[in-house]
């Protein structure tokens, strides 16, 4: 059973026209066990209870998968803890007494849909614009291990496959810049032989919708990596860097 007592300051916002506000909850007998979206379930079904407005936040695998979570806790993206998405975050971080502060992602090109809840579909077009690659990948296939990739590459294109797209680098970002998530959609692609014959158009395609959408600029302040769940590198924004530059000097 739970033993702690906290003090929850949220953000509602009734929706992207709200000015939105912190609104104190009181939330007892909370179990270290508990993880912090159950936490939160607690309290919305004592809301309910109530026939007050539940918080709306986001979730769905519960288990570090989807990216779908995404609350700024005490100031940080994924809450306390390094290498954990906010549904792999447990009670257990917080003490009997504490106040926690519990926002949503603040960027441009995440609008507030509710409480806690942002739209995050810019990163949706950023994919769109390039996140592909056109080879054959069904029917009459040569098997994968017959095409030779250097370990070194396969292991740093799986590295920048584990993105999530949860948003967490923009949300932390003092630019709300979107470098680290587009490098590792450019990188996880443009290092493997399957990637390389959309790489320029790719490099050139992302960048230019990731600016479109009104994310801010990289200026290196390295922020991103250490918040983000899945250690994103930011040898990967090098790396963009170096598609893009390529890219725009040999366009035709
Ligand atoms: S780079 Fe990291 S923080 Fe950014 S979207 Fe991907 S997993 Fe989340
Ligand atoms: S709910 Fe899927 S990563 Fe947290």
Redesign the pocket.
């Known amino acids: 059973m739970g033993n702690m007592k906290l003090t929850l300051k949220v953000w509602r916002q009734n929706g992207p026209n709200d000015k939105g506000r912190i609104v104190d909850y009181p939330v007892n007998d909370v179990s270290e066990d508990m993880s912090f979206l159950e936490m939160l379930d607690v309290l919305n079904d004592d809301l309910v209870r109530k026939g007050e407005d539940p918080i709306a936040f986001d979730h769905d695998c519960r288990e570090g998968i989807c990216?779908m979570c995404s609350l700024f806790i005490n100031g940080e993206a994924h809450g306390p803890g390094r290498g954990i998405t906010t549904c792999q975050l447990h009670m257990r971080k917080f003490k009997d007494g504490d106040t926690i502060y519990v926002e949503p992602w603040r960027s441009t090109a995440f609008p507030v849909i509710k409480d806690l809840a942002t739209n995050r579909s810019a990163?949706d077009r950023i994919q769109a614009a390039g996140g592909f690659v056109s080879v054959n990948t069904s029917g009459n296939l040569v098997d994968g291990n017959a095409v030779p990739i250097p370990k070194d590459d396969a292991d740093k294109a799986f590295d920048a496959a584990?993105?999530?797209?949860?948003?967490?680098?923009?949300a932390t970002c003092p630019n709300g810049s979107a470098m680290?998530?587009t490098a590792?959609k450019v990188s996880q692609l443009s290092l493997l032989p399957q990637g390389k014959p959309e790489a320029k158009r790719r490099a050139l395609a992302m960048v230019e919708q990731m600016d479109k959408e009104g994310f801010g600029n990289c200026s290196n302040t390295g922020a991103?990596e250490v918040?983000?769940?899945?250690g994103?590198s930011l040898e990967h924004i090098a790396r963009l860097n170096r598609e893009y530059l390529a890219a725009v000097v040999t366009q035709e």
């Open positions: 990216g990163f584990t993105c999530i797209g949860c948003g967490a680098c923009v680290l998530f590792a991103c918040e983000c769940p899945k994103i």
